[in-house]
């Protein structure tokens, strides 16, 4: 291993993004944080080889600011894959998918003039029978490009340009956009005109940048800026500023790096990225409850995650909501989520089990009553839900065991905001917002009778069918891991974790009583655990045999991978470190005997998140 080697190693250690360039501006240390930071590194995710877009080859665009981050794209450059000139105007954003060079062809595309994104701005086609979805949404901060099953994600704080480049003849990837495509040369206007791309994946060669002058991999901006003061002596000392770099926001700082004659022989620059943190303050002041009302919505599935999204649209509206799906998926967590998300957060939020009060009682109940209506009835008479949830949010419950009768009833509030309480001839008027959910299948209930039409389709405004866990398999390592410490509060048993056998028997499970089952038998477990190991012998039989229930699909395999199992032993065995260290990262590596770099590249690999037990 020689010196220089040894040198630069040493700078990749540190957690910093260092950029190190000599008195002609030439890169000399570009470390690993750096190329991490600025989005330079691709070796993660899935890989395509070198190229350039050919004829006839599908391109799938999602930009939020024409003329922004986009290498200067502009009209010409979108004629070639079939959209006019003067379509389009600077500013404007927009999500296309058309052919590149084939001007007999008209591209799909949906524009928003000036680019105030006040909604997602998304787009659904199919190009030669491949189904295609792009969505720009300025809230999350996020573009998603999705072709088939398969989603690209990239997010961004000012302005991006999405780009996916499928084969013509194949429809298999060739290219899509990554963080860092400034950098390489990869912005959306670079590769219309012409420009090559890239490799990407484990197997792609690194970037070289040492040798290079600055200017090749980062654009003239602020930073740039600075370095110039540092290499002409004039930067401020210990003086820190935030900037935009190639796209994201970083905490920037430099300083002079003297030679043996005591002038200046170059600079360093030192940054952090703080996207995040920024991210949290632009959310925060465009809509202060807009996010936290989901936050107990646990995983991150695309199913999930459109459900999240609908919600979230629709909670500022007064039309009804009907949630619908399986017991057990979270009907009530999404109806107050709705609720707590929408100008009525401070007005009550009144729920209303229907298939848990008897319907001689549930009219009373729900619509209230006058004094002396029936026999027994309270003197002063009862105000019912209705009145109770007045200026707020009325959550129904079970809505398929409602009374037919009770069902004529709703349907009047429904359609006037007005009802009769029992016993009496004047009208009650109120402002309610209801929710409606249901696992049952209520078109089938109309056909049989059972449930008024008219009713159905007063409710069936806003519908929102949440997934089963089994679909959503992904999800439950993250469920675990939040439901664990709060189970092991209720239980008594500090540093609750589980066995990555037990892990490998939840994915195979088909849960048919979804999270609820699932928060029952970690409850469960964690009473016959021996210690604070949660083990396969202490789960019921269907689990632990892997003969769970079918629900129409066949049942995963019992066993993960190889390789799948040796990653979830080594992420239990981290959390197990995390735990029993209270949360002390430097404690954790200590205790594991591996370092800082190796540690941190761990967490990232493994996607741990930690959250520490309540002590």
Not at 94 to 123: M, N, S, T
Not at 590 to 596: D, N, P, S, T
Request: include cysteine.
């Amino acid at each position: 291993m020689n010196g220089d080697f040894l040198y630069r190693y040493s700078f990749d250690l540190i957690e910093d993004g260092v950029i190190v360039v000599d008195k002609q501006r030439i890169i000399r240390i570009y470390n690993r944080r750096a190329r991490e930071i600025f989005g330079i590194s691709c070796g993660s995710g899935p890989g395509h080889a070198a190229g350039t877009i050919a004829v006839g080859d599908i391109v799938i665009l999602g930009d939020n600011c024409l003329g922004g981050d986009d290498g200067g794209l502009g009209a010409e450059d979108l004629s070639r894959i079939g959209l006019p000139p003067g379509e389009l105007r600077p500013g404007d954003a927009f999500v296309a998918a058309g052919k590149y060079d084939r001007p007999e062809e008209r591209a799909c595309c949906h524009i928003v003039r000036g680019g105030q994104l006040q909604e997602p701005l998304d787009l659904e086609c199919a190009v030669d029978g491949l189904a295609v979805r792009v969505e720009i949404d300025d809230f999350s901060k996020c573009s998603t490009i999705t072709v088939g099953d398969k989603s690209y994600r990239l997010g961004y704080l000012l302005t991006v340009a999405n780009l996916v480049v499928l084969d013509g003849a194949t429809g298999e990837v060739k290219f899509y956009q990554a963080r860092g495509y400034t950098a390489r040369g990869e912005a959306a206007g670079d590769l219309l005109r012409g420009g090559r791309y890239l490799a990407k994946g484990p197997d792609a060669p690194a970037l070289a940048l040492v040798g290079e002058p600055v200017e090749k991999v980062h654009p003239a901006n602020e930073g740039m800026h600075c370095l110039d003061l540092v290499l002409n002596g004039s930067w401020p000392e210990n003086e820190w500023r935030e900037y935009v770099i190639n796209g994201m926001w970083v905490r920037f700082s430099a300083c002079p790096i003297y030679g043996g004659d005591g002038q200046i022989a170059g600079g360093a620059l030192i940054f952090r990225d703080i996207s995040e943190l920024k991210l949290l303050e632009q959310q925060g002041r465009r809509n202060p409850f807009k996010y936290p009302a989901f936050q107990k919505v646990i995983g991150r599935a695309p199913e999930l995650m459109e459900c999240v999204k609908i919600a979230q649209k629709v909670s500022g509206s007064k039309s009804t909501v009907l949630l619908l799906g399986e017991s057990g998926t979270g009907k009530g967590l999404f109806a107050r989520a709705i609720h707590d998300n929408s100008p009525r957060a401070a007005k009550p939020f009144i729920t209303v089990n229907l298939a848990s009060i008897p319907s001689t009682l549930l009219e009373s109940e729900l619509f209230g009553y006058e004094k002396g209506a029936f026999t027994g009835a309270k003197t002063a008479g009862e105000i019912g839900k209705l009145r109770l949830a007045d200026g707020g949010t009325l959550f129904l419950d079970e809505m398929g065991e409602l009374d037919y009768y009770l069902q004529a009833k709703l349907l009047h509030v429904l359609q006037d905001n007005a009802f009769y309480p029992v016993g009496s001839s004047r009208p009650t008027r109120v402002d309610v917002r209801f929710i409606v959910a249901t696992n049952r299948d209520l078109e089938q209930e109309v056909k049989g009778g059972k449930f008024r039409e008219d009713l159905y389709y007063r409710m069936n405004v806003i519908a929102i069918t949440l997934p089963p866990l089994r679909s959503r398999k992904e999800d439950i390592g993250e469920l675990v891991e939040r439901l664990i410490p709060g189970i092991g509060l209720k239980v008594g048993r500090k540093g609750l974790r589980v066995s990555a056998e037990v892990l490998a028997l939840f994915q195979a499970y088909e849960w048919p009583g979804n999270v609820r089952e699932l928060e029952n038998v970690l409850e469960r477990a964690a009473n016959l655990a021996e210690g604070e190991l949660i083990t396969a012998e202490v789960l019921p039989g269907p689990i632990r045999g892997g003969a769970g229930p079918k629900t129409g699909r066949a049942a995963a395999s019992r066993f993960m991978g190889l390789r799948d199992y040796r990653a979830a032993m080594e992420r239990d065995y981290i959390l197990q470190a995390l735990q029993e260290t209270g949360g002390d990262k430097a404690a954790a590596m200590k205790k594991l005997g591996i370092g800082k770099s190796a540690f941190y590249e761990k967490l990232k690999q493994l996607d741990i998140q930690f959250i520490p037990s309540i002590r």
